[in-house]
């Protein structure tokens, strides 16, 4: 007979609204407190010490690899089978919230409390870990950590990514003492699971805390650098410039009408980087850096709408007297979860009477990475205010996080104890 646990709601808060004390800021643009903790900077390496004191109050062995991911062990019965992993993120974008990526580490903390707390053994070994710089906003690549773990990024590639100081990941993780000598390929897991903040709107507007993911869409990130020729504002005739500026804003023009004209389903783009170096008043600039955030359901129409950028870029490049170069920071594919451990979900959200949707997830997650070496599904939490998130708004209520933690906690405990 399945057991059923409830996880202890204030604890669970109560760890969240720690963590997020560290890095925290105060955001201009919001008047709110915000978190700024990019990966493998010094408030990362405090908020992983203190995950890493929780998950030892918890009677875990925890380990670090060779790119910094962290795994904490609950031991089962029979070691000898592949565990039942559970994870997220602890770094933030530079305006980050309490929620994004720290639920699913501080829930799956909380569903090890729980177990020990209800004198619980299961069959097999259950692990929490944290994976390093999912978000790529420090080194450029998002789920770094767990893409080397899946074997699709290189160990040695991701420990020569550098910041834009010139740091490397490798050094970094030396600094702040993350570099582990667990191997990156991990033994494989017997399933993954992610409890996530949605960071939409799909489960607010279905009015309903938990959400179960199908997948996660298509996602491509580039940098485009413009080279023009600086010159005089006031005396270079319009027809005989080459203006860096004028192509960088163009493009995002062109993408924004990409996105609206329905030609490549529904694509989003964003440009979130947009540097034209010194910025003088009275110059034409002479360079412009952008980089570009494509995110597709359809893998066919996310190849259309790059080659279509492409076209477009260089067809203004060369009217504009302009030289591009395109530098690959990030893509990955659509990923489908799996069909039997979203049944799980399910089932379980059932048994716990609560109401739930299934959705695609905008967002990407490591969870998108650990899929391919092991069956993969994620719980969603809904957020606050259409699910804002990335920003110090980002926020969700303790019950959703607790419901969306009791999912996790019950499938936790019926994959842990499958033979
Ligand atoms: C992760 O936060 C993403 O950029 O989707
Ligand atoms: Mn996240
Ligand atoms: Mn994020």
């Not at 950590?145 to 990024?153: L, N, P």
């Not at 192509?247 to 009408?257: C, Q």
């Not at 910025?279 to 980089?291: E, L, R, Y």
């Not at 379980?348 to 391919?372: C, F, K």
Request: aromatic letters at 4%.
């Amino acid at each position: 007979m399945t057991r059923t646990v409830r996880i202890d709601r204030e604890r669970l808060w109560g760890t969240l609204m720690e963590l997020k004390e560290i890095g925290a800021y105060d955001d201009e643009a919001t008047g709110l407190r915000g978190v700024r903790r990019l990966a493998l900077t010094n408030a990362d390496a405090e908020a992983r010490r203190r995950c890493v004191e929780w998950m030892t109050e918890a009677g875990l062995e925890v380990r670090v690899d060779r790119i910094g991911n962290v795994y904490a062990t609950r031991p089962g019965r029979d070691r000898s089978l592949p565990c039942v992993l559970m994870g997220s993120h602890i770094d933030t974008v530079a305006t980050g919230g309490a929620f994004d990526g720290t639920l699913g580490v501080l829930g799956g903390i909380e569903v090890m409390r729980t177990l020990n707390d209800a004198g619980i053994e299961t069959l097999r070994d259950i692990e929490v870990g944290f994976f390093t710089e999912e978000e790529g906003v420090r080194f450029g690549t998002d789920m770094l950590g767990s893409a080397v773990t899946a074997g699709r990024i290189p160990l040695d590639h991701a420990h020569k990514l550098t910041d834009s100081d010139g740091k490397t990941v490798e050094g970094e993780l030396v600094r702040i003492g993350f570099d582990g000598d667990a191997h990156e390929l991990r033994p494989i897991p017997y399933a993954y699971l992610e409890c996530h903040i949605e960071q939409g709107p799909i489960l607010a507007d279905a009015g309903v805390d938990v959400g179960i993911v199908e997948g996660v869409q298509s996602i491509s990130w580039q940098r485009i650098t413009v080279a023009g020729e600086a010159a005089h504002a006031g005396t270079t005739p319009i027809g005989s410039r080459h203006d860096a500026g004028l192509v960088a804003a163009a493009v995002v023009v062109e993408l924004r009408r990409m996105c609206d004209s329905g030609d490549f389903g529904q694509l989003r783009a964003t440009v979130g980087n947009f540097d034209i170096g010194e910025g003088q008043t009275n110059v034409i600039p002479h360079q412009a850096t952008i980089t570009v955030d494509l995110r597709n359901p359809d893998d066919e129409l996310m190849t259309a709408a790059e080659q279509h950028l492409g076209e477009y870029v260089e067809t203004l490049a060369r009217a504009q007297g302009v030289q591009t170069t395109w530098e690959r920071m990030a893509k990955t594919a659509v990923v489908p979860f799996d069909a039997g451990i979203q049944n799980v979900l399910a089932s379980t959200a059932d048994n716990l009477h609560l109401p739930y949707v299934r959705a695609m997830s905008g967002a990407g997650h490591d969870a998108q990475e650990i899929a391919a070496p092991c069956p993969t599904a994620m719980i969603f939490v809904a957020g606050e205010s259409g699910g804002i998130s990335h920003t110090p708004r980002e926020y969700s209520t303790p019950d959703a996080c607790g419901n969306g933690t009791d999912v996790l906690a019950n499938a936790v405990l019926r994959l842990a104890d499958r033979t």
